[in-house]
C-alpha cells in the first residue's frame, strides 16, 4: 500500500506538494487509530496464542515428530522411535516449555544427524543432561536418592524415572509399583558403590537369580531392613568384607537356630578373634541366589572348597568323594562330618570319631573280628592313621585330664599356672627346629598336677595323620593298614615325628615338636604313663638295666664253675686223702 | 644208693609247664619289646602265643597253689621262724656255695619230702611264688587288656609303670633261670636233680644225709 503511494507522489511536484502532507497527516494520525484498532482486534487472538505457542512454534518440529512413523537409527544400530505425543506433553508440568528449551542443539537451522549419538542409552544421558539446566544440584539432593545419583557419573539417566515428554513426579508411577519393583527401579540398574578402601561394589540386582532362590517370594525390605519406599539410609562401609559382615546379620532374623549353632563355629571364634577371612552366612550361601539345601550339599556346589582347597582336592581323591562323585547319596562331604554351622575341627577327635562311626556302624564289630583290643586300637589310633596311607605320620602327645576324661584344654592350664604359662609358652617357642626334651614334658604335668586342682593332668599319645589336609585322603578298605608291624616297631614313621599339641577349648590345637626320644624316656613313666605302644615306645633305661641283669644271672654261674675248676685239684687231693684214710682203715 | 619220693608228679607237671611255658615267654616276649632287632615270628603270632601262655601260666600258678595248700606242703616254703635258726641257716648254705662245695664238702642241706629246700632256697622261692609270680601274672592279664583293667593300672601309676613291672620282672626271672638251671645241675651228678624232677625220685648216695 505504501509503495503504490510512493509511485503516484513521485508522478508530479504538485501532486507531491499537495498529496504529500495530506497522506502525511493520515499516516501521523491514523497509524495509532490504526494500531489501535488492530490490536483491539487481535486481543482475542493473542490470549489464544499464549496457549497455543508451543504448538505454534512447534509446529516445524511437529510436523515430523507427531508422525509415528520415524524412527532414529543410532551408531549401534538400535532404533528408537521420534515420535512425541503433544496430547500428553500438554499435560505435563512443562507444557509451558518449547522443544528447543530442553533440545537446546536443535533449531530449524540445525538439526543433530540420525547417527550423532552412539547409542539410545548415550542419547536419553545427553537428553537428560538439560533438566539439570533448571533443577539444580541442591534441588536434587534434597531427596536422598537423588543425592545418591548426582555424585554419580554412571547413574541412571533422570529420564529412567521420570519420563521424558510425559515427564511425571516418580512417586505418580512408582507407588503403583510391588515393593520388589520400586527396589528395583534403580538397582536394576548397573550402578555400583565406592567403598572407603576404594573397592567397588556393584549395586545391580539381576532379579531373576532372586526369583529362583529360595528367598525368591520374600521382600527386599525383609532382609534389608531399615530400607522402604520412605527410608533409604545412606551406609558407608570402609571395605567389602565389613560391609558382607553387617548383611549377613539379616539372617539370623529368620535363622536363629543356625545363627546360634555357627556361634559354635571355629568359624565364628576366628572372626570373634578379628579374623576377617573366616566365613560368614553369605560367603558360604551367597547374597541374593541363596539355593536350597542340596545346593551345598554337592561335589560342585560345596562351599567349604572356595578356602579349604588343599583338603578339598585330596578329598575328592577318596573312597568318599569318588563315592560322591559317582552319585552315592550317602557319600559323605565336608558338612557330615565337621557340621555344616557349628563347624568343628578334627582336634574334637571324639566328635571326628563319632563322624567315622556314624555311618560305620559296624566298623568297631568288624575291627574285633581281627584286630586285637579293637577298642583300644580304635580309641588311641585315628581312623585316617590306617586308613590313609603313603600319609605322614605322627605321634600327638595332648594333655589330658583323667579325672573328666577329656582333654585338657590351654585354658584350663592358662588359668591354673597363671604368668607361669606364658613363661613355658615362651620356652616351648624358642625351641625352634630342637624339639621339646622328655624332662621338659615332665616339668609340664609336675607343675600342673601340683597346683592342688581336681585335674589328673597326663600327657596322652594318639596316632594320627600328621598333615591334616592328608587325613581326608581316605583310601578304599583293601588298602588300609592291617600289619601290626607298621606301627609296632620303634623303626615305624610314627615315632619318629612328635607333636606335642595344645588344645584349645575350641578345638584348635597349637603344635609344636618334640624329640622322638620323649616317648622312650625315664621321665616318660610320669609324663606318658599312660602312652605305650607295645614294641615302639620302650623305656631305653630298662634296655640297658635288663643287659646288666642277664649278664649277672650269667656270670654267677660262670664264676662259680671258674672257681670250681681251679679249686678241683683241692678236691682232688682231699678225696684222694680221704680214700688214703680209708683205705688204711 | 637210697631214693626219696621228693616231687610228687601235681608238682612235677606244674614244673616243667612252667619250665616250658617261661621259655615260650621269654621269646615271645623278646620278640614283642624288640620288634625292630628281632624277626623270629610275626608280631601278631608273638602277641597271640604269649596270651595264650600266659593264661597256660596263670592256671598253672593255681595247680601249685590249691597242691600246696590242700595238701598242707606249703610249710616247705616257710622259712623257720626263729630268725636266728634262719639266719645261721643262711650263712651255712651260703657258706657251702660260696666255699665248702669248693673244697669237696658236703651240702649241709638234705632234701627230704617234708624240709625239701634249705633256707635261701625257702626264701627265694618264697618270694618267687607268692610276691613274684603273682606280679608278673597280674601286670600280664593288666596288660592283656588295658582298657578292661584301666582303673588298677591306674591305681598302680600308670601304663608305664605296669609295663616296666612286668619287663623287669621278665629280666629277673631270665636271670634267675640261669642261676637255677645251674644250681640243678650241682647234686651229686650233674643231671641227678634234673633226673630226679622227671621221676620224683631223687637218689642219696650212700654215705649222705642224716
Given at each position: 500500500?505504501?509503495?503504490d503511494?510512493?509511485h503516484?507522489?513521485?508522478k508530479?511536484t504538485?501532486?507531491?506538494?499537495i498529496l504529500?502532507?495530506?497522506?502525511?497527516l493520515?499516516?501521523?494520525c491514523?497509524?495509532?487509530?490504526?494500531?489501535?484498532m488492530?490490536?483491539?482486534?487481535?486481543?482475542?487472538?493473542?490470549?489464544v496464542?499464549?496457549?497455543?505457542?508451543?504448538?505454534?512454534n512447534?509446529?516445524?518440529?511437529m510436523?515430523c515428530h507427531s508422525?509415528?512413523?520415524?524412527?532414529?537409527t543410532?551408531?549401534?544400530?538400535?532404533k528408537?522411535?521420534?515420535f512425541?505425543?503433544?496430547?500428553?506433553?500438554?499435560?505435563?508440568v512443562?507444557?509451558?516449555?518449547?522443544?528447543?528449551?530442553?533440545?537446546?542443539?536443535?533449531?530449524?537451522?540445525a538439526?543433530p544427524?540420525?547417527?550423532?549419538?552412539d547409542?539410545?542409552e548415550a542419547f536419553l544421558?545427553a537428553?537428560?543432561?538439560?533438566?539439570?539446566?533448571?533443577?539444580?544440584?541442591?534441588?536434587?539432593?534434597?531427596?536422598?536418592?537423588h543425592a545418591?545419583?548426582?555424585?554419580?557419573?554412571?547413574?541412571?539417566p533422570c529420564i529412567?524415572?521420570?519420563?521424558?515428554?510425559?515427564?511425571?513426579?516418580s512417586?505418580?508411577w512408582?507407588n503403583?509399583?510391588?515393593?520388589?519393583q520400586y527396589c528395583?527401579?534403580?538397582?536394576?540398574?548397573?550402578?555400583?558403590?565406592?567403598?572407603?578402601?576404594?573397592e567397588?561394589?556393584?549395586?545391580f540386582i539381576?532379579?531373576?537369580p532372586?526369583k529362583?532362590?529360595?528367598h525368591?517370594?520374600?521382600a527386599?525390605?525383609?532382609?534389608?531392613?531399615?530400607?522402604?519406599?520412605?527410608?533409604?539410609?545412606?551406609r558407608?562401609?570402609?571395605?567389602?568384607?565389613?560391609?558382607?559382615?553387617v548383611i549377613?546379620?539379616?539372617c539370623?532374623?529368620c535363622h536363629?537356630?543356625?545363627?546360634n549353632a555357627?556361634?559354635?563355629s571355629?568359624?565364628?571364634?576366628?572372626i570373634?578373634?578379628g579374623?576377617s577371612?573366616?566365613?560368614?552366612?553369605?560367603d558360604c550361601?551367597?547374597?541374593?541366589n541363596?539355593?536350597?539345601?542340596?545346593?551345598?550339599?554337592?561335589?560342585s556346589?560345596v562351599?567349604?572348597k572356595?578356602?579349604?582347597?588343599?583338603v578339598?582336592?585330596?578329598?575328592?581323591?577318596?573312597?568318599?568323594?569318588?563315592?560322591?562323585a559317582?552319585?552315592?547319596?550317602?557319600a559323605?562331604?565336608?558338612?557330615?562330618?565337621?557340621f555344616?554351622?557349628?563347624?568343628?575341627?578334627?582336634?574334637?577327635?571324639?566328635?571326628?570319631?563319632?563322624?567315622c562311626?556314624?555311618?560305620h556302624?559296624?566298623?568297631e564289630?568288624?575291627?574285633?573280628?581281627?584286630?586285637?583290643?579293637?577298642?583300644?586300637?580304635?580309641?588311641?589310633?585315628?581312623?585316617s592313621a590306617c586308613?590313609s596311607?603313603?600319609?605322614a605320620?605322627?605321634?600327638?602327645?595332648?594333655?589330658?585330664?583323667?579325672?573328666?576324661?577329656?582333654p585338657f584344654?590351654?585354658e584350663q592350664a592358662?588359668?591354673?599356672?597363671g604368668s607361669?604359662?606364658?613363661a613355658?609358652l615362651?620356652?616351648?617357642?624358642?625351641?625352634?627346629?630342637?624339639?621339646?626334651?622328655?624332662?621338659?614334658?615332665w616339668?609340664?604335668?609336675?607343675?600342673?598336677?601340683?597346683?592342688?586342682?581336681?585335674?589328673?593332668?597326663?600327657f596322652?599319645g594318639?596316632?594320627d595323620?600328621?598333615?591334616s589336609?592328608e587325613?581326608?585322603q581316605l583310601?578304599?578298605k583293601?588298602?588300609?593298614?592291617?600289619?601290626?608291624?607298621?606301627?609296632?616297631?620303634?623303626e615305624?614313621?610314627f615315632?619318629?615325628?612328635v607333636?606335642?599339641?595344645?588344645?584349645k577349648?575350641?578345638g584348635?590345637?597349637?603344635?609344636?615338636?618334640a624329640?622322638?626320644?620323649?616317648?622312650?624316656?625315664?621321665?616318660s613313666?610320669?609324663s606318658?604313663?599312660?602312652?605305650?605302644?607295645?614294641?615302639?615306645?620302650?623305656?631305653?633305661?630298662?634296655?640297658?638295666?635288663?643287659?646288666?641283669?642277664?649278664f649277672?644271672?650269667?656270670?654267677?654261674p660262670l664264676a662259680?664253675?671258674?672257681?670250681?675248676?681251679l679249686?678241683?685239684?683241692?678236691?682232688?687231693?682231699?678225696?684222694?686223702n680221704?680214700?688214703r684214710?680209708?683205705g688204711?682203715r | 644208693?637210697?631214693?626219696?619220693y621228693?616231687?610228687?608228679?601235681?608238682?612235677r607237671?606244674?614244673?616243667?609247664?612252667?619250665?616250658?611255658?617261661?621259655i615260650v615267654?621269654f621269646?615271645?616276649?623278646?620278640?614283642?619289646?624288640?620288634?625292630?632287632?628281632?624277626s623270629?615270628?610275626?608280631?601278631?603270632?608273638?602277641?597271640?602265643l604269649?596270651?595264650?601262655?600266659?593264661?597256660i601260666?596263670i592256671?598253672?600258678?593255681?595247680i601249685?597253689l590249691?597242691?600246696y595248700?590242700?595238701?598242707?606242703?606249703?610249710?616247705?616254703?616257710i622259712?623257720?621262724l626263729?630268725?636266728k635258726?634262719?639266719?645261721?641257716?643262711?650263712i651255712?648254705q651260703?657258706?657251702?656255695y660260696?666255699?665248702?662245695?669248693?673244697?669237696?664238702?658236703?651240702n649241709?642241706h638234705?632234701?627230704?619230702p617234708?624240709?625239701?629246700?634249705?633256707?635261701m632256697?625257702?626264701?627265694?622261692?618264697?618270694?618267687?611264688?607268692?610276691?613274684?609270680?603273682?606280679?608278673q601274672?597280674?601286670?600280664?592279664?593288666f596288660?592283656w587288656d588295658i582298657k578292661q583293667?584301666?582303673?588298677p593300672?591306674?591305681?598302680?601309676?600308670?601304663?608305664?609303670?605296669?609295663?616296666?613291672v612286668h619287663v623287669?620282672?621278665f629280666l629277673?626271672?631270665?636271670?634267675?633261670?640261669?642261676?637255677h638251671?645251674?644250681l640243678?645241675?650241682l647234686?651229686h651228678?650233674?643231671?641227678a636233680?634234673?633226673?630226679?624232677?622227671?621221676?620224683?625220685?631223687?637218689?642219696i648216695?650212700e654215705?649222705h644225709?642224716?
Open positions: 500500500m505504501f509503495e503511494t510512493e503516484k507522489a513521485g508530479g504538485l501532486g507531491l506538494v504529500g502532507p495530506l497522506f502525511g493520515l499516516y501521523v491514523f497509524l495509532p487509530l490504526i494500531a489501535l488492530t490490536l483491539l482486534l487481535a486481543l482475542p487472538e493473542l490470549a496464542a499464549k496457549k497455543a505457542e508451543i504448538v505454534d512447534a509446529g516445524a518440529c510436523s508422525s509415528r512413523e520415524f524412527s532414529k543410532f551408531k549401534n544400530k538400535e528408537m522411535s521420534v512425541v505425543n503433544a496430547d500428553d506433553f500438554k499435560g505435563t512443562h507444557a509451558f516449555l518449547s522443544c528447543t528449551d530442553c533440545h537446546q542443539k536443535v533449531s530449524l537451522n538439526h544427524g540420525r547417527s550423532s549419538y547409542s539410545r544421558l537428553a537428560s543432561a538439560a533438566c539439570r539446566n533448571c533443577h539444580s544440584d541442591t534441588q536434587l539432593k534434597a531427596k536422598p536418592v545418591f545419583l548426582t555424585n554419580k557419573t554412571n547413574g541412571p529412567d524415572c521420570h519420563g521424558s515428554h510425559s515427564v511425571k513426579r512417586t505418580a512408582k503403583t509399583l510391588s515393593d520388589n528395583l527401579t534403580c538397582h536394576s540398574q548397573k550402578l555400583t558403590k565406592t567403598l572407603g578402601n576404594g567397588k561394589i556393584s549395586l539381576d532379579p531373576s532372586l529362583a532362590s529360595v525368591g517370594k520374600h527386599c525390605t525383609d532382609c534389608h531392613t531399615g530400607f522402604s519406599r520412605t527410608s533409604h539410609p545412606t558407608d562401609f570402609s571395605d567389602k568384607r565389613s560391609r558382607s559382615f549377613a546379620e539379616a539370623k532374623r536363629l537356630d543356625k545363627h555357627v556361634r559354635e571355629i568359624h565364628f571364634k576366628l570373634s578373634e579374623n577371612k573366616a566365613p560368614v552366612c553369605t550361601h551367597g547374597f541374593h541363596v539355593g536350597p539345601k542340596a545346593t551345598y550339599e554337592t561335589l556346589g562351599p567349604c572356595g578356602c579349604h582347597e588343599e578339598f582336592k585330596r578329598y575328592q581323591k577318596s573312597v568318599h568323594g569318588m563315592a560322591k559317582k552319585g552315592h547319596t550317602g559323605p562331604l565336608c558338612s557330615s562330618c565337621h555344616a554351622h557349628e563347624v568343628k575341627i578334627s582336634a574334637m577327635n571324639e566328635r571326628i570319631k563319632t563322624a562311626l556314624g555311618c556302624k559296624e566298623a564289630a568288624k575291627h574285633e573280628k581281627w584286630l586285637p583290643n579293637a577298642g583300644l586300637h580304635l580309641s588311641a589310633v585315628a581312623c586308613h596311607p603313603n600319609t605320620k605322627g605321634i600327638q602327645l595332648r594333655l589330658y585330664d583323667q579325672n573328666t576324661d577329656k584344654t590351654e592358662a588359668k591354673l599356672l607361669e604359662y606364658q613355658i615362651q620356652r616351648i617357642s624358642s625351641h625352634g627346629g630342637e624339639g621339646l626334651e622328655s624332662d621338659e614334658l616339668d609340664i604335668v609336675r607343675k600342673l598336677n601340683n597346683k592342688g586342682t581336681n585335674a589328673k593332668v597326663t596322652l594318639r596316632m595323620v600328621s598333615n589336609a587325613a581326608h583310601a578304599l583293601k588298602d588300609a593298614v592291617r600289619e601290626c608291624e607298621q606301627c609296632h616297631t620303634s615305624s614313621d615315632f619318629k615325628s607333636t606335642v599339641a595344645v588344645v577349648a575350641d584348635r590345637l597349637r603344635n609344636f615338636k624329640k622322638p626320644e620323649v616317648l622312650g624316656s625315664v621321665f613313666m610320669v606318658l604313663k599312660q602312652f605305650y605302644v607295645l614294641g615302639s615306645t620302650r623305656l631305653k633305661a630298662l634296655d640297658w638295666i635288663g643287659i646288666l641283669m642277664v649277672g644271672g650269667l656270670s654267677m662259680h664253675i671258674a672257681l670250681r675248676v679249686t678241683s685239684p683241692i678236691r682232688e687231693a682231699k678225696r684222694l680221704k680214700m684214710k680209708e688204711k | 644208693m637210697k631214693k626219696i621228693l616231687h610228687p608228679l601235681p608238682i607237671i606244674w614244673h616243667w609247664i612252667n619250665a616250658v611255658s617261661f615267654l621269646v615271645t616276649g623278646l620278640q614283642i619289646r624288640y620288634r625292630d632287632m628281632l623270629l615270628m610275626k608280631f601278631r603270632d608273638a602277641v597271640d604269649h596270651n595264650i601262655v600266659g593264661f601260666l592256671f598253672n600258678f593255681f601249685w590249691v597242691y595248700i590242700f595238701s598242707g606242703r606249703i610249710r616247705i616254703y622259712p623257720p626263729s630268725v635258726k634262719f639266719i645261721t641257716g643262711c651255712r651260703a657258706r657251702y660260696g666255699y665248702g662245695i669248693l673244697l669237696g664238702e658236703e649241709p638234705h632234701s627230704t617234708e624240709n625239701k629246700f634249705n633256707p632256697q625257702q626264701m627265694a622261692y618264697l618270694a618267687i611264688m607268692v610276691i613274684l609270680i603273682p606280679m601274672l597280674v601286670s600280664g592279664l596288660l583293667f584301666a582303673g593300672i591306674n591305681l598302680a601309676g600308670g601304663l608305664k609303670v605296669v609295663d616296666s623287669v620282672l629277673f626271672f631270665l636271670s634267675f633261670i640261669f642261676v638251671i645251674y640243678a645241675t647234686g651228678t650233674a643231671t636233680h634234673i633226673k630226679a624232677m622227671f621221676t620224683g625220685y631223687e637218689e648216695p654215705g644225709g642224716r
